[in-house]
């Protein structure tokens, strides 16, 4: 495989910030430069986000799905966003420790799945269960 230069760092911050509230940006981009779809930017201090962790602690089901779709790597926080159960409880059968995670920004893993509303609350019901 040939290696391609780095993403313009410009682009990336474009994709992430609007993935956070704008779907029809994030299309057009993603259009224009398809491996953008899990690049990340570093907000400052190592607070890293990619338009899919964006899209997830806002509660953006539609952008969330929409970068899925595309190939965008699923993560915890997605999946309790978007009241994906299975997932998270499989993740945390594995790692229980994960229900205590942090995602970009600092915003908790059951913070996220809230954001999901009522499809999610399955998810919020299993992060707040205690052993």
Do not use: C
Request: charged share 20%; glycine share 8%.
């Amino acid at each position: 495989m040939e290696k391609r230069p780095a993403l313009d760092l410009t682009l990336v911050q474009d994709f992430v910030a609007n993935a956070h509230v704008n779907l029809e940006r994030v299309i057009e981009l993603l259009k224009q430069e398809p491996t953008l779809i899990n690049a990340a930017w570093d907000w400052g201090g190592g607070d890293w986000e990619t338009a899919l962790g964006a899209a997830s602690h806002m509660g953006r089901k539609d952008i969330a799905l929409y970068l899925l779709e595309r190939g965008a790597r699923m993560d915890i926080f997605a999946a309790a966003m978007l009241g994906q159960v299975a997932i998270v409880e499989a993740i945390l059968k594995a790692f229980p420790n994960a229900r205590y995670l942090f995602g970009p920004h600092g915003i908790p893993l059951l913070a996220h799945a809230k954001a999901g509303g009522q499809e999610a609350a399955l998810v919020v019901e299993l992060l707040q269960a205690t052993d």
